[in-house]
């Protein structure tokens, strides 16, 4: 039986994506009835966001649009945005001020405008979302040439990957058990959360899983004789995943304690409770993740569960060397992206091989 809290999620992206779609000219419609059978809700909702930031931008920054309401632009509007006008899009991008109105599904509500910027991951994935609509127009004879092709894609700068090494782990994961380095703050509720934190920390780091393959786990989708679950990936593929004693002595505690807790209903399957009796969100676990990573790992910045999933892959490339494993248990389609993230950790083990190879003398230490 499909995962309940992964229909709700696809059902609530769809719905997101028809009101936003309400805010855009009318030939996005046609746009995204044309790519939904190709594309995930996930992706048509991103999509849907860049394109509403691109033709705000037009309406605000290119004074022949004259402030005109995003969802008044019509094709013959768009025929007439240049090259220049698109490459402009970029520098816009760097630094714009959001309102409050226009947040996103992940915003928190501050009740004020603030500032955002992107760096160049952010800019070109807002441009690929810009070019895969332009592509649509000019294959559908809508435009006459197919102006976001001529402008390049920002370059990208490769990004180290962040982990944890072994001692913070071990830091990490003694923190959330025993609490007592943490501020005074935080210990009042320490005790109601140890079990839970701890489990949710073994399993990112035990297994990979995704922050949103981790919340939407149910009670029963978790076997505890073979040390295995059931998580939906990304488009909805089910895959079972497996761990080791450590990570189900973790779970196993914190489920003793879950069992007796009184769910608000509808949530009575979740397997990651919040305080308040219902399924943890995404936004909880990386702000608890953030809070002993602080701690345990101070020189780390911005640890994230998405770091503690890098963190896990590391550790079985450098025990395996297998690269198509890594790749298959962190659910990567395509092996080029395992290998491209992972291409350090090679470096490193061939620098360390380059240092224990001594021609005279005594080795290095």
């Known amino acids: 039986m499909p995962n309940s809290y992964h229909i ?57 649009y004259n402030g005109k309401a995003v969802h008044e632009f019509t094709i013959e509007d768009i025929r007439k945005i240049t090259k220049q006008d698109i490459e402009r899009f970029a520098r816009y991008l760097s630094l714009y001020i959001k309102s409050d109105y226009e947040f996103d599904e992940n915003d928190e509500d501050s009740g004020h405008l603030h500032e955002v910027t992107n760096h160049e991951y952010g800019i070109k994935r807002k441009f690929s979302s810009i070019r895969a609509f332009y592509r649509y127009l000019f294959n559908e004879g809508l435009i006459d040439s197919n102006t976001a092709a001529l402008v390049a894609l920002p ?13 913070e782990v071990s830091r ?27 489990a949710l920390l073994s399993i990112f780091l035990g297994t990979g899983i995704r922050i949103s393959e981790c919340v939407g786990l149910n009670i029963d989708d978790i076997d505890f004789e073979q040390n295995a679950f059931l998580i939906t990936r990304k488009g909805g593929k089910e895959v079972i995943l497996y761990f080791s004693d450590e990570v189900a002595d973790a779970l196993k505690d914190y489920y003793s304690e879950r069992k007796n807790i009184e769910t608000l209903p509808g949530h009575e399957n979740a397997f990651f409770l919040s305080i308040q009796r219902r399924r943890i969100t995404q936004r909880a676990v990386e ?49 080029n992206t395992t290998r491209k993230h992972y291409a350090a950790t090679s470096e490193e083990n061939r620098r360390i091989a380059a240092a224990k190879t001594v021609l005279r003398g005594e080795p290095h230490k």
């Open 8 to 64: 709700k999620t696809q059902i609530d992206r769809s719905r997101r994506i028809q009101e936003l779609l309400k805010e855009l000219p009318d030939v996005c419609s046609d746009y995204f009835l044309a790519i939904e059978q190709v594309t995930s809700t996930l992706t048509r909702m991103s999509y849907c966001y860049d394109l509403r930031l691109f033709f705000q931008y037009l309406s605000k920054e290119i004074p022949r």
């Open 287 to 335: 702000n608890m993740v953030k809070k002993y990573a602080r701690i345990a790992a101070p020189l780390k910045k911005k640890i994230s569960p998405h770091k503690l999933r890098s963190t896990f892959g590391t550790n079985l490339y450098r025990e395996t060397g297998d690269i198509y494993l890594v790749a298959d248990v962190l659910g990567h389609s395509d092996v």
């Open 172 to 198: 990490i994961l003694d923190l959330a058990e025993n609490g007592a380095a943490l501020p005074k703050t935080y210990q009042k509720y320490h005790n109601i959360t140890a079990k839970r934190d701890l």
């Open 155 to 167: 370059k990208l700068h490769e990004k180290p990957i962040i982990h944890l090494d072994i001692d």
